[in-house]
């Protein structure tokens, strides 16, 4: 039996031009530490009587083991948790998938803004403290042609905040139909109930008009709150009044009344024929005091939630306490101010990614699938073909809206598709599909063009 006295010392290891280059790039202690656990298990393995004998058998080959193991076992704990996956699903707004991907603009801007100092809270007219909440303010204001804008953390925050803000301690009145979960376990009663705000429900599940919001208003009324279906859909007898007739009734009776747009549509004719979610700007021009939205849905930018309106509550939000917990940073105001500025230049349907993807035609998809499958055809062991399918928006952003789209179907001759799928998510970087009538499908709608390459080499790999 091959004793443990060929192991080298851990002195000696460290003596090693290999293992000094681990220290350079991990650090010392955890290259001492991974050294010291490699080196027990290796002992272990030498010593244990029930395992067939090592083909180790002199220090130079323990000391190259260990080195290997060592340098393996630091990469995989020095890997982030947080890494780029190929989003194949077809899902554009993919909220596990973390939603939008951002608009290279958007990238720049962070990056040039990161690395330094900013005038985040800094105005540069007098010299003294500014307002971080102003920025990204004259944009949002130009592209939703509301007269004032807040950014905070995300739409669901925003709710909360706006809620507060305007209606602690008084009612707020709800549709029965609109008292709905979002997903993520946002929901809408919840969300009022922490805000302070007492909800006031009116009307039913399908049916809720005018008159019910009217017979509600009391002098305990603080504002009449719409929320937008974002994920679902009531069909058959139904009826829900416009927003026009709701700030018609609140102005009789000095109510603002407040929207929930959800997913922030600011697309102009190149997107109005492909989803079918109210622009923002439809909003404010029909008199809602207050609109809140998301920014990594539709609108493509950073997570954020979007609060636009007239000055005077937009005041009262942005001086309100909670304002302070849900602020965003320089980053989210630097992605932020660059995308929008993509749509203020009119260029966000080519330029940032969700509304590019949204504006894809079937003929683009088809022939970007087509030089995939091309060149699968010989070199992969996975059959593929190119069938028709549909994207969806997601992300509670258009529900129902199916966008045709061109699929590549891979079929393994071996490996059944739940297989198929948990291979693809084992490649790196990981590949997400979607399981349909019990075969895998990549819908390249939702794959960057950029990464046609990378997701083609993948594939030919797969087995
Ligand atoms: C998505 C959504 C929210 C929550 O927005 P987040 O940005 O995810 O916090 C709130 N309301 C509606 C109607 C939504 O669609």
Request: charged content about 20%.
């Amino acid at each position: 039996m091959t004793t443990p006295r060929i192991l080298p010392s851990i002195d000696r290891l460290r003596q090693r031009p290999a293992v000094r280059a681990l220290e350079t790039e991990y650090g010392p202690p955890a290259v001492l530490a991974a050294l010291r656990g490699v080196t027990d298990m290796l002992r272990r393995e030498l010593t244990a009587p029930e395992l067939p004998a090592s083909p180790i058998g002199n220090s130079e080959q323990a000391a190259s083991t260990i080195e290997q193991r060592t340098a393996s076992q630091l990469a995989v704990e020095f890997e982030p948790s947080l890494v780029p996956v190929i989003n194949a699903t077809g899902v554009i707004v993919h909220t596990n998938l973390g939603r939008a991907p951002l608009a290279q603009p958007a990238v720049d801007r962070m990056a040039g803004l990161a690395v330094g100092y900013t005038n985040l809270e800094y105005d540069l007219g007098t010299g003294r403290r500014g307002s971080r909440s102003l920025h990204a303010e004259r944009l949002l204001s130009r592209v939703t042609t509301a007269p004032a804008a807040v950014v905070v953390n995300n739409n669901a925050a925003a709710v909360l905040l706006v809620l507060a803000a305007l209606a602690d301690g008084r009612e707020a009145i709800i549709s029965r139909g609109e008292l709905v979960e979002i997903g993520g376990g946002f929901r809408i009663p919840d969300v009022m109930r922490q805000s302070g705000a007492l909800v006031r429900e009116v009307g039913t599940t399908n049916k809720t008009r005018s008159a019910d919001y009217a017979a509600a208003i009391s002098d305990r009324t603080a504002l009449i709150l719409r929320v937008h279906p974002s994920n679902f859909r009531i069909e058959g007898f139904t009826e829900r009044p416009r927003l026009e007739e709701l700030v018609t009734l609140g102005k009789r009776f000095q109510i603002p009344v407040v929207e929930d747009l959800g997913s922030g549509n600011l697309l102009d004719d190149h997107g109005a024929g492909v989803v079918n979610e109210p622009p923002v700007s439809a909003s404010v021009a029909s008199g809602a005091a207050v609109c809140c939205f998301s920014g990594d849905k539709l609108l493509g930018g950073p997570q954020a939630g979007i609060i636009v309106g007239a000055a005077e509550p937009l005041s009262r939000i942005r001086r309100h306490p909670l304002m302070r917990a849900l602020r965003v940073d320089k980053m989210t105001y630097a992605a932020l101010e660059a995308t929008l500025l993509e749509y203020a230049r009119g260029r966000a349907h080519t330029s940032v990614p969700v509304a590019r993807m949204l504006t894809a035609t079937i003929e683009a998809i088809d022939a970007r699938a087509a030089a995939v499958a091309d060149q699968l055809a010989d070199d992969a062991r996975v059959a593929v073909d190119i069938i028709d399918g549909v994207s969806t928006v997601g992300g509670g952003g258009a529900p129902g809206s199916a966008l045709p789209t061109r699929l590549l179907q891979l079929t393994s001759p071996d490996a059944s598709a739940a297989t198929l799928e948990a291979r693809l998510r084992g490649l790196r970087p990981p590949v997400i599909a979607r399981i349909e009538d019990n075969r895998v499908v990549l819908d390249l709608r939702t794959v960057l063009p950029e990464q046609d390459d990378q997701l083609t080499s993948a594939l030919i790999g797969l087995d």
